[in-house]
């Protein structure tokens, strides 16, 4: 009899393991359990239903399948974004569990993110999945010795993987990758305002919209020149514009526009400008605006720390009787770039570009900010003496290499996206640098011109003259070829 139990035994054993499970599943009733627990949302669904109809019949049944929809319907309207973050939280649950989930150790084995161990292979862990404006976002641990750089290489393969055009891979956090499963380019579409919302903080100010659908912001805080360029239409004014309409509504901030165009494309900021200049041939009109702006950065340099108690602006609270002074020059190259113009307009050209220079240079705690705009992004129209100086740099479409070299820096050669590769069709485009340095690509809103008219003209008493705030005005030609002596002295040293 023994002997008999020892040889059943033996058998059992050595039969398959499925086998074994599968008898054992029959046996113990678990078949039915993970046959209701796969099926567990229809049977719920069913089970409420029938419920429903035993309790409260037909109607009861009817307002089950209605009174859930209008709720939503009326939540979206009434709170469209508490009912977005819901219904994303919802979906991302399900194609965790759903979509991905199952999926996820066969496609980081296909795609070698895997390890192998003994027995079989461990798969880095799909932590969550997040519903973003591109594609979902699958957030990933990563193996001990794997970095992100090894999923970037594999991009292409998840892409293929997933079946979506692309896959962007990021880290927030050590130990961490965001897998971006892009199904939708948000930069194709442009993004039109109605309005634009007044600036309250200088140090969180949206300017454009980047690849991942959210808004992207810039600390103008300790920042003297921002540099900008692109060929004609390819959306630079109209970004500065939509840029300049939030601005405006601040009333610490005033602006100054000095448009080398000499056409009407900044006309509509004059009623809430401090100066508006749109001279492209009288460079003595422009050299007199350039000349007050300077003189009201040496003003703060040198009175700024007894008068307010501290020499850096940017250590101040903001005050509308000590305003940050924007300062734009569209089309810059028509004062900087001297080729071609007769010895006297050459000499008055050399003055501009002195005082732009000590702008950038020294213009950040005095609480001035400069902002160069150039269609002809080369070194003659943007010397790399102010280029270097100025931390923000923005790259529209361009031609060549050389041209967004001259406005970006070196360090367009190593980046991954560049502004020559930009299409004629997406107006707004452009690439910027991140706080980390990187490159990457945004996109500016258009304002219509009726509207960013609207926005300067109620924001018309904020306005104040430069004379008001401390500028010294020009009086004479004496003073101003006096002034024009040293920014020339300036000019050659700096050349």
């Not at 309005?195 to 919209?209: C, E, H, K, S």
């Not at 790259?395 to 406005?407: C, F, H, P, T, Y």
Request: glycine fraction near 8%.
């Amino acid at each position: 009899m023994f002997a008999s139990a020892i040889r059943f035994i033996k058998a059992v054993l050595m039969l398959p393991r499925s086998v074994v499970t599968g008898a054992a599943s029959v046996l113990t009733g678990w078949w039915m359990l993970r046959l209701l627990w796969r099926f567990k949302t229809p049977i719920a669904i069913a089970t409420i239903g029938l419920f429903t109809f035993s309790a409260y019949g037909l109607p009861g049944l009817i307002a089950l399948v209605v009174v859930p929809p209008l709720v939503s319907l009326t939540w979206r309207s009434l709170h469209p974004v508490s009912h977005r973050w819901f219904t994303d939280r919802l979906a991302a649950r399900y194609r965790l569990r759903h979509v991905y989930g199952p999926r996820w150790h066969d496609i980081s084995q296909a795609c070698g993110l895997h390890e192998t161990v003994p027995g079989g292979s461990v798969a880095p862990q799909l932590q969550r999945v997040m519903v973003s404006a591109v594609g979902d976002v699958l957030r990933v641990r990563i193996l001990t010795g794997q970095v992100p750089a090894d999923y970037a290489r594999r991009a292409v393969d998840l892409a293929h993987a997933f079946g979506v055009p692309d896959v962007r891979v990021s880290s927030p956090a050590p130990g961490l990758v965001d897998l971006v499963l892009v199904v939708r380019d948000v930069l194709a579409e442009p993004v039109i305002l109605d309005d634009v919302p007044p600036v309250t903080d200088l140090r969180a100010v949206p300017f454009a919209v980047g690849e991942d659908g959210q808004w992207r912001t810039r600390n103008y805080a300790n920042i003297a020149a921002e540099v900008g360029g692109g060929v004609p239409g390819s959306g630079k004014t109209a970004g500065e514009t939509s840029l300049a309409c939030g601005l405006v509504q601040n009333p610490a901030v005033q602006y100054v526009v000095i448009d080398g165009k000499g056409g009407e494309d900044w006309s509509w900021i004059a009623p809430r400008a401090a100066a508006y200049c749109a001279e492209d041939e009288d460079l003595e009109a422009v050299l007199a605006v350039v000349e007050q702006v300077h003189g009201l950065m040496r003003t703060r340099l040198k009175n700024q720390k007894t008068t307010r108690g501290d020499a850096n602006f940017w250590n101040l609270p903001a005050d509308p009787a000590h305003p940050v002074v924007f300062v734009v020059v569209d089309e810059v190259q028509t004062f900087t770039d001297t080729k071609g113009m007769d010895p006297d307009t050459k000499l008055l050209a050399q003055r501009i570009t002195a005082r732009l220079s000590a702008l950038v240079k020294k213009g950040r705690s005095a609480g001035i900010i400069t902002r160069l705009l150039t269609q002809k992004p080369t070194s003659d129209a943007i010397p790399t003496s102010i280029r270097d100086n100025a931390s923000v740099r923005t790259a529209w479409r361009v031609m060549s290499r050389e041209s967004a070299e001259a406005i970006l820096g070196p360090v367009i050669k190593d980046a991954d996206v560049s502004p020559v590769d930009i299409p004629e069709a997406l107006r707004g485009v452009a690439v910027v640098a991140t706080d980390t340095g990187r490159l990457e690509r945004v996109r500016f809103p258009l304002v219509d011109e009726r509207t960013a008219e609207a926005i300067a003209t109620r924001s018309a008493g904020l306005r104040r003259e430069l004379a008001a705030i401390g500028a010294p005005t020009i009086d004479d030609g004496n003073d101003k070829t006096a002034a024009g002596a040293e920014s020339a002295g300036a000019a050659g040293v700096a050349s």
